[in-house]
């Protein structure tokens, strides 16, 4: 069961004398839709049922365009944190017609007892809203560092830590994650994308790796292999600044090892303003044209649609995060020459437009006893493009880790 999209008319004593949807028309539009969503899930009276009432504590709604009396409303709801008594939930509004980003809200609630005492959310609710994660029992949630982060795990042996690019999830992993033999293999969701928490603040490759070492304490992992595609091969750089001891090998997929420049920092502010204004679907059309390799869009329909689907599902405060910790982040070249006692991999699709083969390259020269594989038929999302090669290239990588 996933949370279903509800769709809303606008009409029009909801709007202004301008003929627009008033601003205070939309805390009711969006308390609709959330009243809808449970009517045709757990029923509108789960919360009486379990005699817990959600009681909102904040609102923030961001207005994006004008709506006018006979537009229909698409509201999607997520639940971006589960507490013990709280929950925080995300709506958008997207006009049906023509797609465009209406209205962005959340809305942090905590759950009332009768005697007014803060209580447990319900089971019920929580399960409701975690759908899409329960619906995978190998995706679990859990609370490190201060926030929740969803989880894939899946086999037993030596730990493998997959940290996914940007704006993507754990499941740009989905095919290593089914058949890479031998190991386990873990992959979170880093905060801000995917199933986890979406806070508005908060974000520097620091705290990526802050999380993910705290996430391996909870799990009781010591030692790791870190496979850290693009914005997590940053994010591997960091984690090895700080728990080197705790790493037994490195695979750099599609990245690069240099902070951005001047412009490439201008650049992550633009497109934070882009993806504020448009949301994750402006970032997905901007990014699109050069993620994928050429033979990927034309002959993997299927992978450009799970790309898509990635990004777009991606919360803005994450996108917007993720942008300022990558705009911040600090040069990893100094790094490389010391690595020589970690095992590295350095793996780059062949046509990958975003961190090119030659960068790869220079950054395997970089690193003593480093490898370079580059993959025909990738562009910069190689574990999509071409899950079999790289799965028999990790598989030879973590094999050789053994002798
Ligand atoms: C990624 O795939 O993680 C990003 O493209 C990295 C970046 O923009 O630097």
Redesign the pocket.
Known sequence: MSIPEIDLTVYPDECDAFGHLNQASFLSLFERARWEMLARGPGMDVFTRAGAWPAVRKTTIDYHAAAFPGDVLRFHQALVHHGRTSFTMRQTARRVQDDALIATAEFVFVCIGRDGRPMPVPAEVGGFMNARAAADPAVRRVTVNGVGLAVEERGEGRAVLFIH??P?DHTVWRHQLERLPGVRRIAPDLRGMGLSDAPDLGYSMRTYADDLAALLDTLGVEDVVLVG????G?VAFEFLRHWRERVRGLVLV???AEADNADGRRARDATAALARDGGAKAIADAMLPKLLSSATERDAPKVVAQVRAMIERTPVAGIVGALAA?RDRPDSTPLLGTLGAVPTVVIVGEDDE??PAPGARAMADAIPHARLVTIPGAG?VTPLEQPDVLIGTLAAFLESLER
């Open positions: 690019g940007y993507f595609l693009s914005l997590g940053y599609d990245t690069r990558m975003i961190t910069h």
